[in-house]
Nanobody, 115 residues
């Protein structure tokens, strides 16, 4: 089944960095506007940021200045560079279109920020 596939998560200390990647499986293509979402335990899913096909980006205030999105048209991927990570960034991170297509949610990738 076609879905977005996320990778790159892991355990990192506060202040550290991670780079997440999102690929579209099968014949699925990235939408004009792609977003990274995250969901922490007991909290609703939130949109971390989005990027247009032209490369314009916008970020949630909580990550502005620390996270950077990019997309590779040739590879059909979207990346999320996360710097200066904080414990409150701990969550499962997903990519999807904006607004999200419920049929294409992948399993996500776990990011844990802890010392």
């Amino acid at each position: 089944q076609e879905k977005f596939v996320e990778s790159g998560g892991g355990l990192v200390q506060p202040g550290g960095s991670l780079r997440l990647s999102c690929a579209a499986s099968g014949s699925l293509f990235l939408a004009y506007v792609m977003g990274w979402y995250r969901q922490a335990p007991g909290k609703p899913r939130e949109l971390v940021g989005h990027i247009t096909r032209g490369g314009n980006t916008n970020y949630a205030d909580s990550v502005k200045g620390r996270f950077t999105m990019s997309r590779d048209k040739a590879k059909n991927t979207v990346s999320l560079q996360m710097n200066s990570l904080k414990p409150e960034d701990t969550a499962v991170y997903h990519c999807n279109s904006v607004p999200p297509d419920e049929d294409y949610w992948g399993q996500g990738t776990q990011v844990t920020v802890s010392s």
